[in-house]
């Protein structure tokens, strides 16, 4: 099931010089610490001339749909899913 | 027409390659969120019952569900079916990271929709190291660079129509190639609508000069050809199944368009004005954008039985300003003679020309229109689309969705 959420997060990113990597570790969600255990996708869009950044990660049998706002480093929770239909 | 090359198959290398990415937006959807892969999953225009599905998964595939079906009906072949509406900004940046990838093996890249590229490797270093190891290579940083769920299937050929028709001959995750010493034998299992641009009606008419299967239509000669077809499509066909090219053309822009699909059918020209003014706006932002000017707008209706209208009107000055597009477009809206529940509405501009040189009138000042409209173009560019909207556009926040066409 799939549910739409607009819920500020706090997320712990990673960024690797060497690998040149960038990726979520952990995040803080339902006043738990859940260790990211994958990254399904990184994607960027633009509304006007914001530039945002999407993570869609799993963690703890969930995938969360994560969003960057790059104007103002906020973490957005924007979707959750156990991967069973709606 | 004469004939500029010799009626035997080419025997060159393949130097074409094309590239398609299975399933596209159902297949992203399951990179993005591991929990779908595996699964029957679709991306539909909308999640309602009566949203037409525009993805299936590959899962979703083989149990029977196919592109344009209605949820409801796809449900009933797989009742657990997950239905996701599409993201067109996941969708763009896969794309431009595909493109990013094949744009290190050729410099000729050609995105000819959103999942399918053509490289063309005529010329290039990458040919010396054979097109069957650039292919094997490509997939695997495909799932290295861009995500591990994601497949492309690969044709190689001498022309763009053999190395597509390789592409589609095993799905997903292909890799083949049709060239000199093996067309006889793969053209020999295909059928006539297997081939890319013959469909129903094509098959009829090569029917109907006794061409039944792919081998006779690759044996036919030029005049049976030109019969059947009856223009120059006889003798690109003639060509193409050769594998000489004749498919390297790139079309210019004729029109830009935007339909919408109302959820709640509108009978009344005013309760449909502000989905057609948002329709306009989106238009002409387009239109502005890529910098042209239109000398005509077009309207197309479908009503709630299926009934169609269109009528399109030709302008005597090119127009630009949605403003302007808005009063056409509404003009025609009110000219249509059917009062009937509209369930979709198109407007599209056509007479294309560059807007570079402004005819200046005699009653306006077209040069204050046009530093207005841009004015306008770039805050709405810079702050996110409508944030300056007209007030017709008003109640129309959440309708009329950015989509992703099939087409280029």
């Known amino acids: 099931m799939i549910q739409k959420i607009s819920a500020p997060i706090s997320v712990d990113l990673l960024y690797d010089h060497r690998k040149h990597t960038v990726v979520p570790r952990q995040i803080f969600w339902d006043g738990k610490n859940l260790r990211v255990d994958q990254v399904g996708l990184h994607h960027t869009f633009r509304e006007g001339r914001t530039l945002f950044h999407i993570f869609s990660v799993v963690s703890q049998g969930l995938s969360f749909r994560l969003r960057l706002n790059t104007d103002s480093l906020f973490w957005t929770l924007e979707e959750l899913s156990d991967g069973l239909a709606n | 027409m004469g004939l500029p090359i010799k009626p035997d198959f080419n025997s060159s290398p393949s130097t074409v390659m094309h590239i398609d990415l299975n399933s596209c937006f159902a297949t992203i959807e399951q990179q993005a ?20 599905i525009v993805a299936p998964s590959v899962q979703a595939k083989k149990l029977g569900i196919k ?21 067109p900004d996941k969708y ?40 069957m190891i650039i292919s ?7 799932k290295k660079e861009v995500g591990d769920y994601l497949t492309v299937s690969i044709g190689l050929g001498p022309n763009r129509f053999l190395a597509k028709t390789a592409s589609n001959l095993h799905k997903p995750n292909g890799l083949d190639e049709i060239n000199k010493d093996n067309y006889l034998e793969i053209y020999k299992g295909l059928t ?50 050769r594998g000489w090219e004749v498919d390297d053309v790139e079309w210019g822009v004729k029109s830009f368009g935007h339909s919408y699909s109302l959820p709640k059918f509108l009978t009344k ?48 000055q090119p127009i630009f300003q949605s403003q302007d597009i808005y009063r056409v477009a509404y003009r025609l809206l009110y000219r249509s003679p059917y009062h009937l529940p509209v369930r979709n509405m198109a407007v599209s501009c056509f007479n294309l020309s560059p807007k570079t040189i402004l005819q200046l009138g005699l009653f306006e000042d077209r040069l204050k229109k046009e530093s207005l409209v841009k004015a306008i173009d770039d805050i709405n560019h810079r702050w996110g689309n409508f944030v300056i909207t007209p007030a017709t556009m008003v109640n129309t926040n959440d309708v009329i969705c950015d989509r992703i066409s099939f087409g280029r």
Request: charged content about 25%.
């Open chain 2, 33 to 52: 969120n591991p929990f779908l892969r595996d699964k029957p999953i679709v991306v539909a225009a909308y999640d309602t019952p009566n949203g037409c």
């Open chain 2, 67 to 87: 592109v344009g079906m209605r949820v409801k009906d796809a449900r009933l072949l797989c009742p657990d079916l997950i239905v996701l509406s599409p993201d």
């Open chain 2, 92 to 131: 763009r940046a896969v794309h431009l990271s595909l493109k990013k990838i094949l744009s290190t093996y050729t410099p000729t890249v050609s995105p000819k929709s959103i999942d399918e590229f053509v490289l063309d490797f005529t010329g290039t270093p990458g040919l010396q190291r054979g097109l």
């Open chain 2, 136 to 142: 094997q290579e490509i997939k695997s940083r495909i």
């Open chain 2, 192 to 241: 006539l609508t297997d081939l890319n641009g013959i469909a129903h009606q094509n098959a009829i008419r090569l029917n109907t000069v006794g061409i039944y299967t792919v081998l006779d239509f690759f044996r036919a000669d030029l005049r049976t050809l030109r019969m059947a077809f009856r223009s120059v499509l006889g003798y690109y066909w003639f060509v193409r199944l």
């Open chain 2, 269 to 316: 020209p005013e309760d449909l004005a502000p989905l057609l003014s948002k329709l306009v706006e989106k238009v002409g932002f387009r239109l502005r954008g890529a910098g042209f000017q239109a000398r005509g707008v077009h309207l197309g209706l479908l009503f709630r039985d299926n009934e169609y209208w269109h009528r399109g009107l030709s302008l005597d």
